[in-house]
């Protein structure tokens, strides 16, 4: 496996991820945005998933104009589905492309920044089933589907209030901890076995539209923009990662 400087630096081939079907969810802005456009630049058909279609769209018409693959647009909400939702979904894959090859589970939700004692129980509610229930949901329906591509890469995204406990973080650190749980346990389940590998990706302070509500007094010309932080998702989600399961990878080194 590379090491951490290496991943971070990483350059893969311009068709890296040629004949690839990726599917990222929180597609229509923020680092989602950014890996689905750097996806699709490297080749890949990309779908894009989020809830704003508005957005989708625009995302669409960056890549179409880009000369890229066309992509597709799946909105999903992720408060709201049901696990027979993502059983459509997969079936959806299924017919239109018979396999995925990727999956970066990208999107989630901030929720608030107040001590646990004072945390709202729907805010709560609402960041579980966001940030770790529909993750897990979502990853479990598309297994089959995965399965079926001779190598498939799924992402989730933590952080690194997901590593070290700090103040204040709330449910979406609580979400992130779980998250490391869910990719430690599905890795070692899958290792070995098929053609799947499971890692997550901690992208490190980027200048988004969640950073800046988490930090609303920070310059945000100081941090890394999404597009910077690409060479970690590009290695994640193509052939040279092959092999590397169950871990928790950072996209840049502060
Ligand atoms: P943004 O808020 O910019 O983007 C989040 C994306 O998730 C949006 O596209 C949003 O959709 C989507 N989303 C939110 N709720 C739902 C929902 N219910 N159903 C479907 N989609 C939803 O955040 P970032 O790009 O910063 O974050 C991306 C990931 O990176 C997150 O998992 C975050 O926790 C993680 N992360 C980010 C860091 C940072 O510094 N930025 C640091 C560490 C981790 P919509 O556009 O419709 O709002």
Same mark, same amino acid.
């Given at each position: *496996?590379?090491? +951490?400087?290496? &991943? &971070?630096?990483?350059?893969?081939?311009?068709?890296? !991820?040629?004949?690839?079907?990726?599917?990222?969810?929180?597609? %229509?802005?923020?680092?989602?945005?950014? =890996?689905?456009? =750097?996806?699709?630049?490297?080749?890949?058909?990309?779908?894009?998933?989020?809830?704003?279609?508005?957005?989708?769209?625009?995302?669409?018409?960056?890549?179409?104009?880009?000369?890229?693959?066309?992509?597709? &647009?799946?909105?999903?909400?992720?408060?709201?589905?049901?696990?027979?939702?993502?059983?459509?979904?997969?079936?959806?894959?299924? +017919?239109?492309?018979?396999?995925?090859?990727? $999956? $970066?589970?990208?999107?989630?939700?901030? %929720?608030?920044?107040?001590?646990?004692?004072?945390?709202?129980?729907?805010?709560?509610?609402?960041? *579980?089933?966001?940030?770790?229930?529909?993750?897990?949901?979502?990853?479990?329906?598309?297994?089959?589907?995965? +399965?079926?591509?001779?190598? =498939?890469s799924v992402v989730f995204t933590t952080s690194s209030v997901g590593r070290q406990g700090r103040a204040f973080w709330g449910a979406y650190a609580i979400s992130k901890f779980a998250i490391e749980g869910m990719v430690q346990t599905w890795a070692a389940e899958v290792d070995g076995v098929g053609s799947v590998r499971i890692n997550?990706?901690?992208?490190?302070?980027?200048?988004?539209?969640?950073?800046?509500?988490?930090?609303?007094?920070?310059?945000?010309?100081? !941090?890394?923009?999404?597009?910077? #932080? *690409?060479?970690?998702? $590009?290695?994640? !989600?193509?052939?040279?990662?092959? %092999?590397?399961?169950?871990?928790?990878?950072?996209?840049? #080194?502060?």
């Amino acid at each position: *496996m590379l090491t +951490e400087q290496q &991943i &971070i630096q990483y350059q893969g081939s311009t068709d890296l !991820l040629k004949d690839r079907i990726i599917f990222v969810t929180g597609a %229509g802005d923020g680092i989602g945005k950014a =890996a689905a456009c =750097a996806f699709a630049q490297a080749g890949a058909t990309v779908v894009l998933a989020g809830r704003t279609v508005a957005k989708l769209e625009q995302v669409y018409d960056q890549i179409v104009a880009a000369n890229c693959t066309q992509p597709l &647009i799946y909105p999903i909400d992720l408060e709201g589905a049901k696990p027979e939702d993502y059983e459509q979904l997969a079936v959806a894959l299924d +017919e239109q492309f018979g396999r995925l090859d990727g $999956l $970066l589970l990208n999107a989630g939700v901030l %929720g608030q920044r107040t001590p646990l004692s004072n945390y709202r129980q729907d805010v709560w509610d609402k960041v *579980m089933q966001i940030n770790m229930t529909a993750q897990f949901q979502m990853t479990q329906a598309l297994m089959p589907v995965l +399965e079926k591509s001779n190598d =498939a890469s799924v992402v989730f995204t933590t952080s690194s209030v997901g590593r070290q406990g700090r103040a204040f973080w709330g449910a979406y650190a609580i979400s992130k901890f779980a998250i490391e749980g869910m990719v430690q346990t599905w890795a070692a389940e899958v290792d070995g076995v098929g053609s799947v590998r499971i890692n997550a990706i901690n992208p490190g302070a980027t200048s988004t539209n969640m950073r800046a509500q988490a930090y609303p007094a920070e310059n945000p010309d100081h !941090l890394k923009t999404p597009e910077q #932080i *690409m060479p970690a998702y $590009l290695f994640l !989600l193509g052939p040279d990662s092959v %092999g590397v399961n169950g871990q928790s990878i950072n996209a840049q #080194i502060r």
